[in-house]
């Protein structure tokens, strides 16, 4: 693993308090307190002012979080022997490193769980051990303005009025470069999908170390296009209606589902406060904050869309049945191997 796991721990009693006892200033102190391992998204995106300050409140309980810069040092911190019994709940586990990783053994079923209203194409796990909370499908997100003609498969994108252009995400840390990788390895197969990235490399601008810094890229205009959340373009016309530059194209091979998932971590010392916030996540009115702070899809079907996600696919043609758990496992470190030759032995990206 290139990067060594630096969390910033953040004490933080947010919301209010409805009973219980008081401190010396006479401020009411809450009832519970719920430890959560997550990632550094989460506050920056505003997830956790509209999301967990919320539920703080509603539920009279202090929300401790502890940050992560990227999924590789979250996936770390949840895997070290001192950790254990720390978090009751990790936020921001999403589905490429769930598959790829010996995750669910750190995490406890929680059957009592409802999760009738979720939308069923979502990717999750029966035993409830992972609870997904927001997902979209993958596609290729481009500037209007600098492609009007955008690509429409991956054999197009590969072509040379797109050279240096493309930003993409480093699967060895993030959930969305790792899904990209599989998406490509699901598509052309052990064959072909490092000739794909081989071919695709004169057309890379950066590998960014995060979704945000793509999209900034994007949004600056560094890049033209990103592999990126089918979802994107909605959000950035929610959050400012005069901009209307960014459009996405599912490539003809077919797209790729990213889910994002919260954990019941075994040996928590508050594991009902942590149901609560699962069930919290997934109810209708807060799912709308998904799409609002994450720029994801909701996975409750009963929730509510603005007008630019409602004209999202929600279904598309994916790909993610094509790789199993034990393909991924005996093949992640040579496509990792296979990545990390290309693009920083090679162009030092």
Known sequence: MRYLWLPLVVLLAIGGCKGGSKDASGDKLPLTRL???????????????AVLREFAKKHNC??????FPDQSSLLEALHREENRGRADLALGIDNSFALSDSLLSVFEPASELKLEQLNHDIIRDEQRRIVPYAYSNLAIIYNEDIFPDPPQSFGEL?????????????????????NTLFWTRAIFGEAGYEQL???????????????????????????????????????IEELNQSEKRFKYSVPKE???????YAGLCKNATNSAEAVKLVQFLIDPDVQRQMM???????????????????????????????LDKDTVREGLPRWLDAWYRIFVLRLGL
């Open 254 to 260: 077919g797209s790729f589902q990213y889910v994002e």
């Open 292 to 322: 609002y702070q994450l720029g994801l899809l909701p996975v409750n079907a009963r929730t509510g869309l603005p007008v630019r996600f409602a004209s999202i696919p929600l279904s598309s043609y994916t790909l993610n049945r094509r």
């Open 197 to 235: 990235w081989q071919s695709l490399r004169k057309n890379v601008r950066k590998v960014f170390d995060s979704p945000a810094a793509a999209l900034e890229g994007l949004k600056s205009g560094d890049c033209g296009l990103m592999l990126g959340f089918i979802s994107t373009p909605a959000w």
């Open 62 to 67: 202090e929300v401790q979080l502890t940050l």
């Open 158 to 178: 590969q072509d040379a009025r797109f050279y240096s252009q493309l930003a993409v995400c480093d699967p060895q840390t993030t959930g969305l470069g790792r």
């Open 35 to 49: 430890n959560v391992f997550a990632l550094e998204e989460i506050r920056s995106s505003g997830f956790e002012g």
